[in-house]
């Protein structure tokens, strides 16, 4: 079964750190491009983080670029998101998405919650 | 960025109608945008993909057309389990960008 297990979120501080962990099983992970997309609460999508199969392209939104790092081990089936300089904003659901070679976000994770509040 | 204006934002329509919602990108994207649903407390759905074509096991009543800036999700005849929150993402370039969201209730 193709599956997508997101975890690390956690409560955390404005300024403060935190990383994102994806595991992923049930296809070829080194194939495929990976998101991550997040959802505050009550608000819509926001696509956050973009990785290429072999980490050669690499793409941020415009609100997390320079604060956050998308990365992956493929050898580990596992996508990360690298959280810093956090803010009340960045406050979300975070999912974990498969691409299907330009064919749409197919498989997505259950999310995992980070809060920034002090 | 890529901005992509969906509308209406919200809209209410009955078991059977036909419903439309329209996606604008700020700049020409070709047909690489999709078409997603999302129902509270779930993850999204991808309904169409490449604009205009039907993501497996996904309902005929659904359908896309549109290429370059402007794009449309047609739901021909509303069934109960359609009523959610739908979304189009270009996949043109990064960043990527979502539509605001259109959220289909029911009359």
């Known amino acids: 079964e193709v599956q997508l297990l997101e975890s690390g979120g956690a409560l955390v501080q404005p300024g403060g750190s935190l990383r994102l962990s994806c595991a992923a099983s049930?296809?070829?992970?080194?194939?495929?491009?990976m998101h991550w997309v997040r959802q505050a609460p009550g608000r819509g999508l926001q696509w956050v983080s973009g990785?290429?199969?072999?980490?050669?392209?690499?793409g941020y939104a415009d609100s997390v670029q320079g604060r956050f790092a998308i990365a992956r081990d493929n050898d580990k089936n596992s996508l990360f998101l690298q959280m810093s300089s956090l803010r009340v904003e960045d406050t979300a659901l975070y999912y974990c998405?498969?691409?299907?070679?330009?064919?749409?976000?197919?498989?997505w994770g259950q999310g995992t919650t980070v809060i920034v509040s002090s | 960025a890529i901005q992509m204006t969906q509308s209406p934002s919200s809209l209410s329509a009955s078991v059977g109608d036909r419903v439309t919602i329209i996606c604008r990108a700020s700049?020409?994207?070709?047909?690489?945008l999709g078409w997603y649903q999302q129902k509270p407390g779930e993850a999204p759905k991808l309904l169409i993909y490449?604009?205009?074509t039907l993501q497996s096991g996904v309902p005929s009543r659904f359908s896309g057309t549109g290429s370059g800036t402007d794009f449309s999700l047609t739901i021909s005849r509303l069934q109960p389990e359609d009523f959610a929150t739908y979304y189009c993402?270009?996949?043109?370039?990064?960043?990527?960008?979502f539509g605001q969201g259109t959220k289909l209730e029911i009359k």
């Open positions: 998405v498969r691409d299907n070679h330009g064919d749409g976000m197919d498989v």
């Open positions: 049930g296809f070829s992970f080194n194939h495929y491009l």
């Open positions: 990785i290429g199969g072999k980490s050669g392209v690499i």
């Open positions: 700049q020409a994207i070709r047909n690489d």
């Open positions: 490449g604009a205009s």
């Open positions: 993402l270009q996949n043109n370039i990064f960043p990527y960008t």
